[in-house]
């Protein structure tokens, strides 16, 4: 059983139409509309690699019944960087050596930006319970904290 | 067969009497983690009633005469962190400081906290220990039942299919009120054990509510009342035999069981400590403030 529905993602409509109920916003946008920016690794909520902005919050969108989201307002990681020019944190990520092997990497993305606005000068502390929902395998983190620091200070000037 | 997005309590009710089988949806993270497993399959004879924008769930008041604070169902652990929400229900903000991650505090929710009714759910013992009543629509209309009464075991609750969870009224104490939750880590975490004290100096009296350490949330009457008559509740202060033995005690109600998260034995142990250092915490603060 199928339905069909709108969903407005990075300011644009997208039909989705072969959709089953139920289907979690995750896979939805990976597999219905093609944006593959936003990784799955769990699908329980654990791991925020498919971290996305509803109405202004970060959510995992693996929780998310897509459905469920219409005539809300959804951005991805592709929504951030503005005319295929990286966003100042996407910048910092690669400058610190942020990135290992990226899987984490879009969802750390949105979860920074979602902080920054919320808090553009957070404590270390702070950006560590801001970021505890985003696991990552590879850089043990230093580099992360690293990089958010930068775009702190870069935004301060 | 559709998602439903309700905006108003009475639509979703009827939506919920139309089609028998069909679920509340809120915050999604547990009923989605379900989904995703493939353990529930939404019917396809039913609805899904999302309910995350109905604003009367959405939404909180306090009553300052009545000295309560009505909160909405579908208010996220996020919003409860807020202020003044925060000041008004102080072990509820704590409970939820401790929910998961952002993004799970962002869309998690307490009516599908008491929907879910795990036994390591962090706000079932503040609703618990505050005595607090849960109003319930259907199409039948709205009643009011307390919240312990709900709470039947392991993710049972007396809930009736087409009830829908509109919110919960809590008392504004004067006096104290904390949370305490024992896991392998900071964030992200199920209790282990968990905790939440209530000393009400107008009414002179304690609550305690044990979460993890039973089939559902554990009140402690009897020691209760005992650390309540133990209490100089002017000062604020108690003996040290008297914390000690409110502690013995809720470690003694406790009916905890050995599984992949941690031993009975663990459990017990951590009630005792964490009874304690909430007692003494709270007697500390209030003492000074008086
Ligand atoms: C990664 C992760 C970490 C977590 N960490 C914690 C934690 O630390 N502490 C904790 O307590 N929980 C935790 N949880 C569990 C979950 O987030 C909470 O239980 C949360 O309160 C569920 O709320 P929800 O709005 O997402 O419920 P949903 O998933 O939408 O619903 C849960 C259940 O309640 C029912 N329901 C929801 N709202 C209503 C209503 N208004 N009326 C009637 N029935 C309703 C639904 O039908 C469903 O059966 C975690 C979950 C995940 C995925
Ligand atoms: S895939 Fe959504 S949190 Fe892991
Ligand atoms: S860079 Fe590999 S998981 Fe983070």
Known sequence: MTNHFTLRVNGADHDVRDSWLGESLLDVLRDRIGLLGS??????????????????????????????????????????????????????????????????????????????????????????????????????YGRILEAVERVVVERRR | MAV??????????????????????????????????????????????????VAELRSWRHDSAAA?????AAVTYSEMLDEPLATLAPA????????????????????????????????????????????????????????????????????????????????????????????????????IASTCLVLDRQRQRVGLALGSVGPTVLRVPAAETKFAAALDWRTMTAERDAVQAFGDGAAQTAAPIDDHRSSAEYRRHAIGVLTRRLAARGLDTAGRAA
């Open chain 2, 92 to 191: 509820l903000a704590e409970a939820a400081r401790t929910v998961g991650s952002p993004q799970i505090r962002n869309a998690g929710t307490l009516g599908g906290n008491l929907g879910t009714c795990s036994p390591a759910g962090d706000g079932l013992p503040v609703l618990a220990a505050l005595d607090a009543s849960v109003e319930i629509a259907s199409v039948a209309g709205r009643r009011s039942v307390a919240v312990l009464d709900l709470m039947k075991g392991p993710k049972r609750t007396t809930l009736e299919p087409g009830d829908l969870i509109v919110s919960f009224t809590l008392p504004v104490v004067d006096g104290w009120q904390g949370y305490a939750k024992v896991g392998v880590r900071n964030a992200m975490v199920i209790a």
């Open chain 2, 68 to 72: 309560t604070v009505t909160i909405g």
């Open chain 1, 39 to 140: 990784k799955g690794a769990c699908e329980q909520g654990e791991c925020g690699s498919c971290s996305v902005v509803i109405d202004g919050e970060l959510v995992c969108s693996c929780l998310v019944m897509a459905a469920s989201t219409i005539g809300q307002s959804i951005t991805t990681v592709e929504g951030i960087a503005t005319d295929g020019a990286p966003s100042d944190v996407q910048r910092a990520f690669v400058d610190a050596g942020a990135v290992q092997c990226g899987f984490c990497t879009p969802g750390l993305i949105v979860a920074v930006h979602s902080l920054l606005e919320s808090d553009g000068e957070p404590t270390e502390t702070e950006v560590r319970e801001a970021l505890a929902g985003n696991l990552c395998r590879c850089t043990g």
């Open chain 2, 4 to 53: 439903f997005v309700a905006t108003d309590v009475e639509s979703a009710v009827q939506r919920l009497d139309d089609r028998p089988d069909s679920v509340v949806l809120a915050g999604g993270t547990d009923l989605m983690v379900e989904v995703n497993d493939g353990r529930l399959r939404p019917s396809p004879d039913a609805d899904v009633v999302a309910v995350n924008r």
